[in-house]
């Protein structure tokens, strides 16, 4: 009689256990599976180290994607580590913030729910820093965002996501701040550095200016309306294209020694950096006596800036324009680098990145252009899938031009964007009245570019013939 009443507990306890399997059945199949968004599907994917990417690529595909070494790839990664956690922890913070916000609007209209939402889960795994910026690196390369998921196993939103923790980290840098050095024996050593590339011995140039445009799409009335401009203010009818006015100097091996985008890009190069803080600065008198810029005809000539003779063919003016030309490429071949290396700018801006962010952006891969120069990373030939997709942008794509009379500080030719720099040499938005009362300021001086040429002169040294102009 035990046995029976075993018998019997041992059938009911059954019978409990497969009605419950059976309801965890039903209720698994009709719920919906949470993604990252509430009510979203999970997709299933599968997240991808750096270490394996390495193993795939090989040294030399690693620097042609990543655009630096794979050593250097880890120094980097170790400067920004605690920037891209931070960045991502506020980001996480700024959701919640958003998610309490929408749940007291709820209750305030009568529709409070029972259960609080629980903060997203991570389904496919948490994603590693330096994963968030090798995925940073690619897109600054150029590379499709739907591309980068697939490798590295994440949504297209953290893809982008990642971008702008690597622009974050990268800003906050505080020994990263790109501003011209105030220490005169800094601008002695770049002037002696150009001294050594100078065919004449030119010891007086502490840095090489110039501007480039940084593309985008035509800003919105919005968006203009935000930066307090028109529309138009952000077109150059040169170049027939949107963007911004980058103004930048540069030493001799191509570093950024400063950057400013103040104006749009219909604003001329002399009146952009005469609105920058550098402007400021020069007028009281940064530079160390003796001192100066050497820019092109897009600026003023002054007691701190050389600028060549204009509509010079022959004689000694021509002269001193060849040589004063061999150091002020410089900043061209800066430039050159700063877009080979990061295909981005070779496209119009996508659409939905803001003028803030537009600058933002342009600071960091200014950054990352320097850290390269520091680890003699050379601007390499990009992936050809970078340039298919650069190709391919609904805006069109600005080619590079091979100039041999430009070379990297590792002797390399630089390509160079043509099609974005050389635009700011127009004064129509320079009033004459300010270019004569910057004429007649240093009327009183003898202006450097007069004793530049008179070096020249003495030195006895003329334009090589291969370079004449007849």
Not at 50 to 58: A, H, N
Not at 292 to 316: E, Q, V
Request: net charge positive.
């Amino acid at each position: 009689m035990l046995v029976c009443r075993y018998r019997r507990n041992a059938e009911v306890f059954a019978a409990h256990a497969t009605s419950a399997a059976a309801m965890h059945f039903i209720s698994g199949k009709n719920a919906i599976k949470r993604g990252s968004r509430y009510g979203a599907p999970t997709n299933t994917r599968r997240r991808r180290t750096i270490q394996e990417i390495y193993m795939c690529l090989g040294a030399k595909y690693f620097q042609r994607a990543y655009r630096m070494s794979y050593e250097s790839f880890w120094k980097l990664h170790e400067k920004l580590k605690e920037g891209i956690v931070l960045a991502h922890k506020q980001y996480l913070e700024k959701m919640r913030r958003q998610r309490r916000a929408r749940r007291s609007r709820s209750s305030v209209c009568g529709r409070r729910r029972l259960n609080s939402p629980a903060p997203p889960p991570i389904p496919n795994g948490k994603i590693e820093s330096e994963v968030r910026l090798a995925c940073a690196l690619r897109y600054f390369a150029g590379g499709s965002p739907y591309d980068i998921m697939a490798k590295y196993g994440m949504s297209h939103s953290e893809v982008m996501n990642s971008v702008w923790y690597v622009v974050e980290a990268s800003n906050t840098q505080s020994d990263w701040y790109i501003s011209y050095p105030e220490s005169h024996e800094e601008q002695l050593r770049i002037a002696m550095e150009f001294k050594d590339k100078s065919s004449v011995d030119f010891e007086w140039c502490a840095g090489a200016i110039d501007g480039i445009i940084i593309w985008m799409n035509r800003p919105t009335l919005k968006e203009a309306a935000k930066v307090g401009v028109d529309q138009q203010k952000f077109f150059c009818g040169r170049k027939h294209k949107f963007g911004l006015n980058c103004q930048a100097v540069c030493d001799v091996r191509g570093m950024f020694l400063d950057i400013s985008i103040t104006h749009g890009a219909s604003a001329a190069d002399c009146l952009a950096f005469e609105n920058s803080e550098l402007y400021k600065r020069l007028q009281k008198g940064v530079l160390a006596e003796d001192l100066i810029l050497f820019g092109d005809n897009a600026y003023i000539n002054s007691i701190f800036m050389a600028t060549p003779y204009p509509n010079t063919s022959g004689g000694s003016n021509d002269n001193y324009n060849f040589y004063h030309s061999q150091l002020r490429i410089r900043i061209e071949c800066a430039f050159g680098m700063l877009v080979q290396r990061w295909g981005i700018l070779r496209m119009a801006m996508p659409i939905g990145i803001t003028v803030k962010k537009t600058i933002a952006l342009v600071n960091c891969l200014a950054k990352l252009h320097n850290f390269c120069i520091e680890e003699v990373d050379a601007a390499a030939e990009g992936l050809r899938e970078d340039d298919s997709h650069i190709q391919c942008s609904d805006s069109g794509y600005v080619p590079m031009v091979t100039n041999n009379t430009i070379r990297d500080v590792l002797g390399a030719e630089v390509q160079t964007p043509d099609s974005l720099i050389g635009g700011g040499d127009n004064f129509d938005e320079v009033p004459l009245s300010m270019r004569r009362d910057r004429t007649s300021a240093s009327a009183e001086f003898t202006l450097p570019r007069t004793k530049l040429c008179k070096h020249v002169e003495d030195m006895h040294m003329v334009r090589p013939v291969s370079n004449r102009r007849y």
